[in-house]
């Protein structure tokens, strides 16, 4: 027989499970963008941080100077990781009890 506070933690890990569950789905749904150079390199990642797409305007590309375009495609996609983590962690504060009792999570995570 399960005592009260037991019910009721099972009952709250339950909720934040689903929670978690409904978050994570979200973010894979959900697509972040950066830009680098003025717009010339785009990239484009889930909020999960899987890499979808690079896209880069033609006018950049100088195979005399191949250095600036892989900065640029560089610069981007650190971009739109950040942003994917930065928008990750913050789903994932919503969705747990560490958002409300002001706990913030790793940086790692």
């Known amino acids: 027989m399960l005592n009260p506070f037991q019910k009721l933690i099972e009952a709250q890990l339950g ?4 929670k978690m569950q409904q ?6 749904a959900t697509t972040v963008e950066a830009t680098a150079g003025g717009g010339v390199v ?14 880069i305007d033609p006018a950049v590309v100088d195979p005399e100077d191949i250095e ?6 560089t610069a981007a996609v650190r971009e739109v990781m950040s942003k994917a983590m930065a928008l990750k962690k913050e789903r994932i504060i919503q969705a747990t009890p560490l958002g409300q009792m002001g706990i913030g999570i790793p940086d790692w995570f």
Do not use: P
């Open 23 to 28: 978050a994570l789905a979200e973010l894979a």
């Open 68 to 73: 600036l375009l892989q900065d640029l495609v």
């Open 15 to 18: 909720g934040m499970r689903e």
């Open 42 to 55: 785009t990239a484009r990642a889930t909020g999960n941080g899987e890499l979808i797409e690079v896209v």
